[in-house]
T-cell receptor
Framework: KQEVTQIPAALSVPEGENLVLNCSFTDSAIYNLQWFRQDPGKGLTSLLLIQSSQREQTSGRLNASLDKSSGRSTLYIAASQPGDSATYLC???????????FGAGTQVVVTP | DGGITQSPKYLFRKEGQNVTLSCEQNLNHDAMYWYRQDPGQGLRLIYY???????QKGDIAEGYSVSREKKESFPLTVTSAQKNPTAFYLCASMFRGQTEAFFGQGTRLTVV
C-alpha cells in the first residue's frame, strides 16, 4: 500500500523567504504526481501536475521536481507571501484512473 | 464557469438519520470520487465511479452508499450505519488518462 510522507508537518517563515516542501512515497510505480493547496475549511486547489516521465514542472513562483526512482518530490515556492499560507498536499496517482494517495500534508504559515 | 459544486456547505445529522451530500460537475469528466477528511489525517477514499451506472468501493465504504445515474452527478448518502460520520467530505472528478483531479469546496457534516 502506498504511503506518502510530507516533511516538515508544519512550517512558519517570514514573508519573502523561499519555501521547500518535501514529499516521499513508498511505491515508485506511479502514473503521475500532483501538488495541491488546501485553505482551512475549503476544497483542494491543484497547483502542479507532473507526469511520471517528467523531472519537473513550473508555474510562476512554484516549481516541483520529481525523482520517481527514489520516491521523492519537492515543491519550491519562491519569495513567499502571506497568501501562500495553506496546507500543501503531495498526491501520487497509482494509475490512469486516478487512484490517488494522500498524506497529511505540510501546513505553511507565512508571516508579514 | 466550469467546476464542481458540492452542497450543502454545512450539514447536521441527528442520530439514526440518513443524509445525502450532493456533488455536481459540468466539466464532462468521466470519473468522480468521494473522499473523507478528518483532522490531521490524509484524505481517504469512500467510493468512486468511472462511468455512469457503475461505481466501486474505496477504502472506507462501510456506512456509505452512492449512485451514478448521470455523468454529471454523484451523490453520497451517509447512512445510520456509519458510526462516526462527523467529518469534512470532498468530491473530485477527472478525465480518464489525465488524472488532474479537480475538487469541490467540501461539505462539513456534523452529528448532533
Amino acid at each position: 500500500k502506498q504511503e506518502v510522507t510530507q516533511i516538515p508537518a508544519a512550517l512558519s517563515v517570514p514573508e519573502g523567504e523561499n519555501l521547500v516542501l518535501n514529499c516521499s512515497f513508498t511505491d515508485s510505480a506511479i502514473y503521475n504526481l500532483q501538488w495541491f493547496r488546501q485553505d482551512p475549511g475549503k476544497g483542494l486547489t491543484s497547483l502542479l501536475l507532473i507526469q511520471s516521465s517528467q523531472r519537473e514542472q513550473t508555474s510562476g513562483r512554484l516549481n516541483a521536481s520529481l525523482d520517481k526512482s527514489s520516491g521523492r518530490s519537492t515543491l519550491y515556492i519562491a519569495a513567499s507571501q502571506p497568501g501562500d499560507s495553506a496546507t500543501y498536499l503531495c498526491v501520487p496517482a497509482a494509475d490512469s484512473w486516478g487512484k490517488l494517495q494522500f498524506g497529511a500534508g505540510t501546513q505553511v504559515v507565512v508571516t508579514p | 464557469d466550469g467546476g464542481i459544486t458540492q452542497s450543502p456547505k454545512y450539514l447536521f445529522r441527528k442520530e439514526g438519520q440518513n443524509v445525502t451530500l450532493s456533488c455536481e460537475q459540468n466539466l464532462n469528466h468521466d470519473a468522480m470520487y468521494w473522499y473523507r477528511q478528518d483532522p490531521g489525517q490524509g484524505l481517504r477514499l469512500i467510493y468512486y465511479s468511472q462511468i455512469v451506472n457503475d461505481f466501486q468501493k474505496g477504502d472506507i465504504a462501510e456506512g456509505y452508499s452512492v449512485s451514478r445515474e448521470k455523468k454529471e452527478s454523484f451523490p453520497l448518502t451517509v447512512t445510520s450505519a456509519q458510526k462516526n460520520p462527523t467529518a469534512f467530505y470532498l468530491c473530485a472528478s477527472m478525465f480518464r488518462g489525465q488524472t488532474e483531479a479537480f475538487f469541490g469546496q467540501g461539505t462539513r457534516l456534523t452529528v448532533v
